[in-house]
């Protein structure tokens, strides 16, 4: 079908969609219209006035009911940074400016703790293959989830995998930009796509029914 053709979703959270004259950047202003819309980020959920992600590690359930649309847009953009790793290349071109002016450095990977240090080592890596390859918003995001996938949630590299020098990632084994696809690789990405797919699935189904029945429970609490 025709991207023209294609119907457009009708607005289901108008507070959501309100969201977007709270910022000035283009990439959350399109994200609050795609989820007032109910379309979400890969991994994010949008359920009976909540906004979730399906991963209970280091996972969230956001209640937006009742709050003005000011203080959600506040909120979730700082959430789904935080929680979500979901940045626009602005808001990784600031996240560095930030960075530059503190001044401790590390020798390698294995040295850096924190999950916040790490997520701003790896959006300064992103940042750098966005200005070589000429990357839009969506690919520098996708980009992002690979590395933390293949760190965190698939596991299929490791610290030894990155090479850090000069207070910086360099290179990550085996996750490169293939110039025929125009778009990066994980080489290591398990071959069995649909499989992986399905299981995310069947979680992201598994979150769901969770949400509901805690937001039942806490209804009642309020009762």
Known sequence: MDDK????????????????????DIF???????????????????FNNTVSSVYKRNGFIYDFKNKDSETIAQDLVEILKTQG???????????QKERDGINIKYDSWKQIKTRKIKQQYIHDFVLKQSQKYKLNDQSSK???????FALTEFRTH???????????????????????????????????????KKNVNILKKSWENFIIKTYRE???ILK
């Open 218 to 220: 806490y209804k009642q």
């Open 142 to 148: 996708s980009l992002i989830n690979m590395i933390n």
């Open 28 to 46: 959350w202003k399109k994200l609050f219209d795609d989820m007032s819309r109910g379309k979400c980020p890969k991994n994010i959920v949008i």
């Open 158 to 196: 490791r610290s030894d995998d990155i090479e850090f020098k000069n207070n910086e990632i360099v290179t990550i084994k085996d996750i490169y930009y293939d110039k025929d696809k125009k778009c990066f690789i994980n080489k290591r990405e398990p071959e069995d796509k649909e499989e992986v």
């Open 85 to 95: 790793c979901i940045y626009s290349l602005n808001d990784l071109k600031n996240e």
């Open 5 to 24: 053709n294609k119907r457009v979703r009708d607005v289901i959270y108008p507070e959501i969609k309100q969201c977007e004259e709270y910022v000035s």
